[in-house]
């Protein structure tokens, strides 16, 4: 394909479109930059797409997932190990990729994490408590993330100020409150709208759980409670507890998204901001100094090559695809997991989960009653909250129940084992079981190990013939120990909630798989760190070999918390924006000595 057109240069371009992406365009545009983003998916908003007078289409938005990218337009390979030979995925799995601008933030859940204060310093804290030995265990390869939790509360602050985020606080200041999680690290203030209601499933656990010493808390989440304005001047309304959130828009303007928080601030009548959609990015082009990058190469709608120069460029691309065009581009050493040397497709890792299905016979749980992100969890088994010293692994889960969605297509296959597939019987179970389901999910850490990581495929390609992803990937023997241990833990709380049947699952107990559908936060390939030779990028994420290049998503992130992913991702894009528009605009180059 031949290069068709150049578009004017712009100070900065955003390579994708999705939370990462919208936060850094508004704090650029607002501090006066001209941006440009680029997305591969069409537009998308709230109205017409999902609006609240359109009925919430289960079998449109959960069981076709059309609101992801479908694998034939874009997917990966997989392997577990390195002689194996790694075969494209066909089905979404792992990889649920946004469709559309936005990305997977229209459709998210709204889970709204920050990870432990141990997170960010695994390593160094486990040689501390445990010994060098539990750090490097010949497979594992932990390293820290060259900032602390301290240093990002204020942008993981900002993030939720932007969300609106519903909760209750643990730890204010360091003074521990008993309501909220009292194992969360310091917050500065309150979450920005209270916490939301306790639905039956979280009753029971709570009692449970504080019967067994434990120390529950109700999971802080992007639906708000209470009609909000964020700084941006955005308005958002109260959650209905309407139970299709998950997989699905929000016609009501209640959960946070790009769309309902970001655009509305960015897009009206902005001239610093343009937004150019159906534009796939194929590679960072780089100086002749082979140091800094002069925009990037796309293709358009019409399938014409586009150059976009640009003096910053930002990959917001999400965590797979900022590593793909890292590679594709030439930008810093690719990883050998030989040698454990080179920083791109290093310390690809998942998360480890297991967890108790159960049923009870008297309780109603109402499932159809719910919120995205409502549930309550328990964090004495997470990060290092627990004593390790006589167990084989290091890290834990957060054990959580749901209090979120009772869809009915998708609740047909939550069924006691051995309940007949079809029939009188199933008919039966399901009217029975389809009030009084619950779960028991354990949503674990995940260690990055040596031979965990991503490179480009030597086979396979996509639609404009340049190589998949491929990942190498299998888990931790510290994960699969802790998965059980924490999984034991499950069946414990399950059987004192009163559950008359109990199918304990975890999914690390066999190879690791694309098709698992535990979740899809992929971490890795592109780490923060203090060191060049481990790590892509800095504490700003800014790459340490281009220094125009800002990696940022969970691609970042050089080992897996026991949370959801995008309260850090937004803190961290939030965080890198303020390095450009503040040190780097000022004088461009590196902002930290590696
Ligand atoms: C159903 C579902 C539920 C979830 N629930 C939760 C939850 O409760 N809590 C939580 O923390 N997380 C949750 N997540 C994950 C969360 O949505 C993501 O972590 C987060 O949205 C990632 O944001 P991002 O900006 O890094 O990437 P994305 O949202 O994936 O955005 C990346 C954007 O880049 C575009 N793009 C990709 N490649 C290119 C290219 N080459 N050129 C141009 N554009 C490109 C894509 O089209 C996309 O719009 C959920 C995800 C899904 C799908
Ligand atoms: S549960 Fe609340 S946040 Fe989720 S889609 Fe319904 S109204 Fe929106």
Same mark, same amino acid.
């Given at each position: 394909?031949?290069?068709?057109?150049?578009?004017?240069?712009?100070?900065?371009?955003?390579?994708?479109?999705?939370?990462?992406?919208?936060?850094?365009? @508004?704090?650029?545009?607002?501090?006066?930059?001209?941006?440009?983003?680029?997305?591969?998916?069409?537009?998308?908003?709230?109205?017409?797409?999902?609006? !609240?007078? =359109?009925?919430?289409?289960? !079998? %449109?938005?959960?069981?076709?997932?059309? /609101? !992801?990218?479908?694998?034939?337009?874009?997917?990966?390979?997989?392997?577990?190990?390195?002689?194996?030979?790694?075969?494209?995925?066909?089905?979404?799995? #792992?990889?649920?990729?946004?469709?559309?601008?936005?990305?997977?933030?229209?459709?998210?859940?709204?889970?709204?994490?920050?990870?432990?204060?141990?997170?960010?310093?695994?390593?160094?804290?486990?040689?501390?408590?445990?010994?060098?030995?539990?750090?490097?265990?010949?497979?594992? &390869?932990? &390293?820290?993330?060259?900032?602390?939790?301290?240093?990002?509360?204020?942008?993981?602050?900002?993030?939720?100020?932007?969300?609106?985020?519903?909760?209750?606080?643990?730890?204010?200041?360091?003074? $521990?409150?008993?309501?909220?999680?009292?194992?969360?690290?310091?917050?500065?203030?309150?979450?920005?709208?209270?916490?939301? +209601?306790? $639905? %039956?499933?979280?009753?029971?656990?709570? +009692?449970?759980?504080?019967?067994?010493?434990?120390?529950?808390?109700?999971?802080?989440?992007?639906?708000?409670?209470?009609?909000?304005?964020?700084? /941006?001047?955005?308005?958002?309304?109260?959650?209905?507890?309407?139970?299709?959130?998950?997989?699905?828009?929000?016609?009501?303007?209640?959960?946070?998204?790009?769309?309902?928080?970001?655009?509305?601030?960015?897009?009206?009548?902005?001239?610093?901001?343009? /937004?150019?959609?159906?534009?796939?990015?194929?590679?960072?082009?780089?100086?002749?100094?082979?140091?800094?990058?002069?925009?990037?190469?796309?293709?358009?709608?019409?399938?014409?090559?586009? !150059?976009?120069?640009?003096?910053?460029?930002?990959?917001?691309?999400?965590?797979?695809?900022?590593?793909?065009?890292?590679?594709?581009?030439?930008?810093?050493?690719?990883?050998?997991?030989?040698?454990?040397?080179?920083?791109?497709? %290093?310390?690809?890792?998942?998360?480890?989960?297991?967890? @108790?299905?159960?049923?009870?016979?008297?309780?109603? #749980?109402?499932?159809? #009653?719910?919120?995205?992100?409502?549930?309550?969890?328990?964090?004495?088994?997470?990060?290092?909250?627990?004593?390790?010293?006589?167990?084989?692994?290091?890290?834990?889960?957060?054990?959580?129940? $749901?209090?979120?969605?009772?869809?009915?297509?998708?609740?047909?296959? +939550?069924?006691?084992?051995?309940?007949?597939?079809?029939?009188?019987?199933?008919?039966?179970?399901?009217?029975?079981?389809?009030?009084?389901?619950?779960?028991?999910?354990?949503?674990?850490?995940?260690?990055?190990?040596?031979?965990?990581?991503?490179?480009?495929?030597?086979?396979?390609?996509?639609?404009?013939?340049?190589? $998949?992803?491929?990942?190498?990937?299998?888990?931790? %023997?510290?994960?699969?120990?802790?998965?059980?241990?924490?999984?034991?833990? @499950?069946?414990?709380?399950? +059987?004192?909630?009163?559950?008359? &049947?109990?199918?304990?699952?975890?999914? =690390?107990?066999?190879?690791?798989?694309?098709?698992?559908?535990?979740?899809?936060?992929?971490?890795?390939?592109?780490?923060?760190? @203090?060191?060049?030779?481990?790590?892509?990028?800095?504490?700003?994420?800014?790459?340490?070999?281009?220094?125009?290049?800002?990696?940022?998503?969970?691609? =970042?992130?050089?080992?897996?918390?026991?949370?959801?992913?995008?309260?850090?991702?937004?803190?961290?894009?939030?965080?890198?924006?303020?390095? #450009?528009?503040?040190?780097?605009?000022?004088?461009?180059?590196?902002?930290?000595?590696?």
């Amino acid at each position: 394909m031949t290069t068709r057109r150049t578009n004017p240069k712009v100070d900065a371009v955003i390579v994708g479109f999705g939370w990462a992406g919208s936060l850094m365009a @508004a704090e650029l545009s607002r501090a006066n930059m001209n941006v440009v983003a680029i997305d591969r998916g069409p537009w998308r908003d709230t109205f017409p797409d999902t609006p !609240l007078t =359109a009925d919430p289409d289960e !079998l %449109r938005w959960k069981t076709r997932r059309e /609101l !992801l990218a479908p694998p034939h337009d874009t997917t990966l390979t997989m392997r577990n190990t390195l002689d194996q030979t790694a075969v494209p995925q066909r089905d979404f799995g #792992i990889s649920e990729l946004g469709g559309g601008v936005g990305g997977q933030g229209f459709q998210w859940a709204g889970m709204a994490w920050r990870f432990n204060p141990w997170d960010f310093r695994v390593r160094s804290e486990t040689i501390q408590r445990y010994g060098m030995a539990r750090a490097e265990d010949g497979e594992l &390869q932990l &390293q820290d993330w060259g900032i602390t939790y301290a240093e990002l509360e204020p942008d993981y602050d900002r993030w939720e100020q932007i969300a609106g985020v519903a909760g209750q606080a643990g730890n204010l200041r360091g003074k $521990l409150t008993s309501r909220g999680n009292p194992f969360e690290g310091p917050r500065s203030r309150e979450y920005p709208t209270p916490k939301l +209601k306790t $639905l %039956r499933m979280m009753e029971i656990f709570n +009692k449970a759980t504080s019967e067994m010493g434990l120390h529950p808390f109700t999971i802080p989440c992007a639906n708000v409670s209470q009609a909000y304005v964020n700084p /941006l001047g955005v308005t958002m309304a109260p959650c209905t507890y309407c139970g299709f959130c998950s997989s699905y828009g929000c016609g009501n303007y209640s959960k946070a998204s790009p769309q309902t928080c970001v655009f509305p601030a960015l897009l009206n009548n902005n001239p610093n901001f343009r /937004l150019i959609t159906n534009a796939c990015v194929t590679r960072v082009n780089k100086a002749a100094d082979g140091k800094s990058v002069t925009g990037v190469t796309y293709i358009d709608q019409n399938g014409s090559e586009v !150059l976009q120069p640009a003096d910053i460029i930002c990959l917001t691309a999400f965590q797979m695809e900022n590593v793909r065009l890292m590679l594709l581009s030439g930008i810093s050493k690719p990883y050998d997991p030989l040698t454990s040397e080179g920083v791109v497709g %290093r310390n690809f890792s998942f998360q480890t989960v297991s967890g @108790a299905d159960l049923w009870f016979e008297e309780d109603h #749980i109402n499932p159809f #009653i719910g919120a995205g992100g409502l549930g309550s969890q328990i964090d004495d088994y997470n990060s290092d909250n627990f004593d390790h010293s006589s167990l084989d692994f290091i890290g834990g889960a957060g054990i959580l129940t $749901l209090s979120r969605d009772g869809t009915p297509i998708a609740n047909a296959n +939550k069924l006691p084992p051995g309940t007949p597939r079809w029939g009188s019987g199933f008919k039966r179970a399901y009217s029975n079981y389809y009030q009084n389901y619950g779960v028991l999910f354990n949503q674990g850490t995940s260690m990055p190990i040596k031979r965990g990581y991503l490179d480009l495929d030597p086979t396979y390609k996509d639609p404009f013939g340049l190589p $998949l992803l491929r990942l190498t990937y299998d888990y931790a %023997r510290n994960d699969r120990a802790m998965a059980t241990f924490t999984m034991n833990r @499950a069946i414990q709380i399950g +059987k004192r909630m009163g559950a008359s &049947q109990i199918s304990a699952f975890n999914f =690390a107990e066999k190879p690791f798989t694309t098709a698992i559908g535990a979740s899809n936060h992929t971490i890795g390939g592109a780490v923060m760190g @203090a060191d060049p030779t481990s790590s892509a990028v800095n504490s700003h994420l800014q790459s340490w070999d281009c220094h125009n290049v800002f990696v940022v998503g969970a691609s =970042a992130f050089p080992n897996n918390g026991g949370y959801n992913p995008t309260g850090t991702v937004g803190a961290l894009a939030l965080r890198a924006a303020r390095a #450009i528009c503040g040190n780097y605009a000022r004088k461009p180059g590196a902002l930290q000595k590696g």
